[in-house]
């Protein structure tokens, strides 16, 4: 969330990461139904600011198809232990509560984009082959 939206006490907008702690990981990442990208990083981290503002601005394009989350490693560092998080910034995708892939370090915002359509395009076959998913959607 931003300082405005802060500030003016916005509701978060579609799309954007909302923050995650070692309290709420498991409801808003491992029982998610939709996949997951969780950013991890922290305040001092200059790289971690710039891919934060590149998921901020992919987020939207994605909503109904990925949640985002933040989890600040220096506020959970055992949940970054747990998935052996030891650089940031480190995106790690979540698919029915398992992890299925991650990008250490920055990515240009192209193949940042190109990671998370292949996400996406796997939750959307996913839940074509589901029985009803069709009635669900019409």
């Known amino acids: 969330m931003g300082l405005f939206d802060k500030l003016f006490n916005r509701p978060p907008r579609p799309g954007k990461p909302q ?8 409801a808003d990442v ?16 200059a790289p971690c600011q710039v891919m934060g503002g590149l998921v901020d601005e992919l987020g ?9 989350f933040k989890l600040n490693i220096d ?4 949940i970054a232990a747990e998935y052996g998080v030891r650089s940031i910034p480190t995106l790690i995708f979540f698919r029915e509560g398992a992890p299925v892939g991650r990008i ?17 395009a796997v ?8 029985p009803g998913a069709k ?3 019409g």
């Open 19 to 26: 923050p995650t702690t070692q309290a709420t990981f498991d």
């Open 30 to 45: 491992l029982s998610n139904p939709l996949p997951v990208v969780v950013d991890f990083w922290a305040t001092w981290c």
């Open 60 to 68: 939207p394009q994605y909503v109904g198809k990925i949640e985002f």
């Open 75 to 78: 506020q959970s560092p055992e």
């Open 104 to 120: 250490p370090g920055l990515m240009p915002l192209g193949p940042l984009k190109e990671q998370l359509d292949r996400l996406a």
């Open 123 to 130: 939750a959307d076959k996913n839940a074509g082959a589901r």
């Open 135 to 137: 009635d669900q959607a």
